[in-house]
Structures are given as structure tokens and as C-alpha cells.
């Protein structure tokens, strides 16, 4: 009996490129984005703090559950019907939009209930106003999608930077002016309503007269979309139970102690959509190639390029995570740290992208069982991990229970792509950037255990003695390809071209 023989996987085209200009849209509104929560914890109080936290955990609730997976389904259908790509679009924003409307009015009629559930009374007036922002960027919240799925990575990526940083104004430069909640989300409404403009111009503009709803067409999106719909559905319950759990359990200003501890690095979703978007598309071409391993080499290529800025994400947020606590939120918030702590450890599993594989595949039903599986295992012990951990209870209990979905994933996948253990993933690769992220931690411990300084420059200092770190480690192993580097190097030119042209600078 003979060894079986590993089937070679192929050298495809790296989801890097793509992937990397679409985060480079992204990161440009990157800190904009991610100092609103920042800002607002300074401008307000943590009972109001906890109150703004609130009406957008509703609203981010209801703002994936309703779309029934009508969006992200043009993934699948989009890259292999270009011919029928403007009726599929038309059918999903009809589809969209009157699940917005629904959602705005089941909010607004629910308030008083709301404020109740979640033990606060200041919710139902401005409960309105989350409505009214949920159903308008319903609408449009399948812009990025078709640019992404028609390879307009360019377009895609400047609608995600012009997006973010006008939130961000919106957001913040009411709260500035007027120091109240209520104006924040008038920002918010206008600047929604703004982005459905652009998006119905672009749809009109790319498919002009095909852009109408098909019947059949629809029945075919609804029976591949509504599988994942309710795998979302549970996905989102138990993501949002903790939450809700904490909200009902506490005041809201115990809760803005929790939702900051829970802080979530916009890096982590700039990173991991957009790669994870690029992937699914590249993946649904090659299995309509009928070039299955090739889809091997995208899966090992998304799971590196993530690994590769993950790892070192989470060392950092490990070492420092009371210096970027303190700084941000201010010692108010100094009991959020080991919450903070235990979350960060989730960003490593956010690694493995095993929901987009399971889509292309077609695989909502066993999306759906997963899910299933991984809201019993959170909502079995969050009870008890309250009662023994306090604040920090829920956290692990989502760190077992997503370990658990991942696992199941990855061996649902081995089968998929009929492959054994060793190519399920990047083992050695994965092993080498682990040691690299672990070594220059170990280095910024030393360094900032050595010093006694402001919180500010402690934090400084400690990322750059990481960097520098984790850096040569990574160039001195070889870890990366020359493609990679490559595509680092002209992004860097590329970036410094622009922040020079934007400064006037090199003009003589």
C-alpha cells in the first residue's frame, strides 16, 4: 500500500494586491474612524457614553440581521453573470430597502420597550433617529459589495475612505458644536442619506437600463441567501448577547466599562473584510474554472497575508493594553484592561476567514449549524461566567465558543477541498510569523518595564521598539516573498507620493 502523494498546489494571483489597495482607502479614514468612540468617551459621561453605545449596538443588530444575506450574496452571483449582474443588484437594494423601512418602523414603535430591556430610560428618544440611519444605509449597504465583486478595487477603495471619514465629521463635529447625543445622529442621517445618492448614481450609471429587478432571478438569490440568513441571524445573537446580557444585568455606565473592554480595532475589519472579500471572488472564479486546488493556494494566501499583520496586533495590544487603554479613555476606564486583554486574544482567530470559504462553497446550511453550535456553547455558559469572572466571564466564553466554530470550519473545509491536515493551512509559515510576533513583544516588555514615563511617550516608545523588533525578524527570516515585498514597497511610494503631493511638498 502506498503513501498517498499530496496534490501540488498551484501558484495563483495573490489576493495581496487587491486586497492591500482596498485597505489603503480604508486606512486612510482609519483614525478618524477609530478615535470617535475616543472623542465621544471624553465628551460625555459613561452614563451618556453608555447610552450612545447602546442605540448603536441596536442598530448594528438590526442593520445585519434584516438584510438576510441579500447583500453579501452578490459575491456568489455577480463574478460569473455579468450579463444579468444589474438585475441581480436592483433585486437585492428593492429587497434592501423594504427591510430598512420595516426595521425603522419596528424601532420606532419599540422604543419605549427598548429603553426598558436595556435599563434605560434615555434610549426611546432617540430611537427615531437610529431608524431612520438604519433604513438609509440599508439601502446602500451593497455599494462596496458590487464594486469589489465587478474588480473596481480602486473605486471600492475610495468609496470605504470617503465613507469612513464622513461618518467620522458627522459624528463627531456636532458633538464638538453642541455637546449633545441627539446631533450626533443628525450627522449620521445626513451623511447616510448622502451615500444613497451616490450609490443609486452608480448603479444607474453601471448598468443602465439592465439595472431592474427579475423575478427569477430573486427566487434564485433568496434560496442561496436565506441559509446564510439565519446562519447571520444566529451569528449576530450571539455576538450581541453578551452584550445585551451585560446592558440588562448592569447600568449603562457598567456597561461602557464593558464596551470598552471589548474595543474594537477598526485595523481588524479593514484588514480582514476587504481580504476576505477579494478572496471569495477569486475563489468562485477558479471553481468555475473547475481548478479546485487552485483555491488551496487563495485560502493559504488570505490566511498569511492576515496572520502576517494579526499576530503582531494582538502581542502589541497584549503588552500594552493599559497604556492604550489610559490613553485613549482616560483611568476612568482603567477596569476595562484585562476585559481588553482577553478580547485582543480573539483577533488571532480572526485569521482564519473559514465563513467566506464556506459561502463559496455554498455551504450556508452547515454556516447555519455552526453558528447554532457556537451560540448554545456562549449562551450555556454565560451565566456561569458572569457569576465566577465578572465582566470578564462573557469575553471567554466568546473565546471558547468561537475557537469551537473554527475548528468545526477548518475540518468541514479539509473535506471540501479534499486535502489532508498538512495543506489544510500554512503551518510552518504560521509557525515562524508566531515565534517573530512572540519574540518582539518579549523585546517591548523588556523595554517598557525599563521605563518610568507619561503614559504617552511610554506607548510610543513601546510600538516602536516592537516594530523595529518584529521588523527585522521578519526580514531576517525571509518571511516574506518577493511578490509581497514588492507590493509593500510600491504601496509605501505610492503613499508618500501622495501625503507629499497633499503637503505641497517636492514642488521646488
Not at 445626513?190 to 427569477?216: K, M, W
Not at 471589548?262 to 471569495?280: E, F, G, H, R
Not at 513601546?462 to 509593500?488: C, P, R
Request: one cysteine or more.
Amino acid at each position: 500500500m502506498t503513501a498517498a502523494v499530496p496534490t501540488p498546489i498551484p501558484k495563483t494571483e495573490s489576493v495581496f494586491r487587491p486586497a492591500l489597495l482596498l485597505m489603503s482607502g480604508r486606512t486612510l479614514a482609519f483614525a478618524a474612524t477609530f478615535f470617535i468612540p475616543v472623542v465621544l468617551a471624553r465628551t460625555f459621561d459613561q452614563a451618556q457614553f453608555g447610552t450612545y453605545k447602546q442605540l448603536f449596538l441596536i442598530y448594528s443588530t438590526a442593520y445585519l440581521i434584516a438584510q438576510l444575506g441579500m447583500a453579501t450574496s452578490l459575491y456568489y452571483f455577480l463574478p460569473a453573470a455579468s450579463h444579468e449582474a444589474g438585475r441581480y443588484v436592483a433585486n437585492s437594494m428593492l429587497f434592501l430597502g423594504t427591510a430598512g423601512l420595516a426595521c425603522c418602523g419596528v424601532v420606532v414603535v419599540a422604543a419605549p420597550k427598548l429603553a426598558h430591556w436595556l435599563s434605560n430610560g434615555e434610549l426611546s428618544g432617540y430611537l427615531p433617529w437610529i431608524g431612520l440611519y438604519l433604513f438609509l444605509m440599508m439601502l446602500s449597504a451593497a455599494l462596496e459589495i458590487v464594486l469589489i465583486s465587478r474588480r473596481r478595487y480602486f473605486w471600492a477603495s475610495a468609496s470605504y475612505a470617503l465613507s469612513d471619514l464622513a461618518r467620522a465629521v458627522a459624528f463627531l463635529l456636532p458633538v464638538l458644536l453642541f455637546r449633545q447625543l441627539e446631533w450626533l445622529l443628525k450627522g449620521a442621517v445626513v451623511v447616510a442619506f448622502l451615500r444613497v445618492l451616490l450609490t443609486l448614481f452608480y448603479f444607474r450609471r453601471e448598468f443602465r437600463g439592465g439595472f431592474t429587478p427579475d423575478r427569477v432571478l430573486f427566487k434564485a438569490q433568496l434560496a442561496y441567501a436565506l441559509p446564510f440568513a439565519a446562519a447571520v441571524l444566529v451569528e449576530i445573537v450571539q455576538v450581541g448577547l453578551p452584550q445585551y446580557a451585560v446592558s440588562y444585568l448592569f447600568d449603562p455606565a457598567t456597561f461602557a466599562i464593558f464596551a470598552v473592554g471589548c474595543l474594537q480595532i477598526p485595523l481588524v475589519d479593514v484588514a480582514a473584510s476587504p481580504t476576505s472579500d477579494v478572496m471569495m471572488v477569486k475563489m468562485q472564479e477558479k471553481l468555475a474554472e473547475g481548478q479546485k486546488p487552485a483555491v488551496v493556494a487563495i485560502w493559504h494566501d488570505t490566511t498569511w497575508k492576515l496572520a502576517l499583520l494579526f499576530f503582531p496586533l494582538v502581542a502589541f495590544c497584549l503588552v500594552a493594553a493599559r497604556q492604550i487603554i489610559v490613553l485613549l479613555f482616560t483611568e476612568k476606564y482603567a477596569a476595562s484592561v484585562p476585559i481588553f486583554i482577553a478580547w485582543s486574544t480573539i483577533i488571532l482567530l480572526a485569521t482564519l476567514q473559514v465563513d467566506g470559504v464556506m459561502r463559496v462553497f455554498a455551504q450556508t446550511r452547515f454556516l447555519l449549524a455552526l453558528n447554532v453550535m457556537r451560540l448554545a456553547i456562549l449562551a450555556g455558559l454565560l451565566k456561569w461566567s458572569l457569576s465566577e469572572f465578572h465582566l470578564l466571564g462573557p469575553v471567554l466564553a466568546v473565546i471558547l465558543a468561537t475557537l469551537a466554530f473554527k475548528a468545526a470550519a477548518l475540518i468541514r473545509m479539509k473535506k471540501l477541498l479534499d486535502i489532508g491536515v498538512a495543506q489544510l493551512l500554512p503551518w510552518g509559515s504560521l509557525a515562524a510569523l508566531l515565534g517573530a510576533a512572540t519574540g518582539a513583544g518579549a523585546a517591548a516588555w523588556a523595554v517598557k518595564s525599563q521605563l518610568h514615563v507619561a503614559t504617552a511617550p511610554l506607548l510610543c516608545a513601546t510600538w516602536l521598539a516592537y516594530m523595529i523588533v518584529y521588523t527585522a525578524l521578519v526580514w531576517h527570516f525571509d518571511l516574506l516573498n518577493s511578490g509581497e515585498k514588492q507590493a509593500l514597497a510600491q504601496w509605501a511610494r505610492k503613499l508618500r507620493a501622495a501625503t507629499a503631493g497633499a503637503f505641497g511638498y517636492g514642488k521646488g
